[in-house]
């Protein structure tokens, strides 16, 4: 029984790292490559702000997920 246990608290603990990769990968982005491009190819201060906004959301919603 306890190593049916730890086996689930193992999958579980697998399956949350690929999130946490995903949710730090997009704040990575949004820190520091959306304002790097965004830099690069003109755009608007508010408009990089949105974009910097949807893709720290986005890694939100993958980590909780």
């Not at 049916?4 to 995903?22: I, V």
């Amino acid at each position: 029984m306890s190593q049916q246990l730890a086996q689930s608290e193992n999958t579980k603990t697998s399956g949350n790292n690929g999130a946490l990769l995903l949710g730090t990968g997009l704040a990575l982005a949004s820190m520091i490559l959306i304002p790097a491009l965004a830099t690069r190819i003109g755009l608007g201060a508010s408009l990089t702000g949105a974009l910097r906004m949807a893709v720290m959301k986005a890694g939100h919603q993958a980590i909780r997920s």
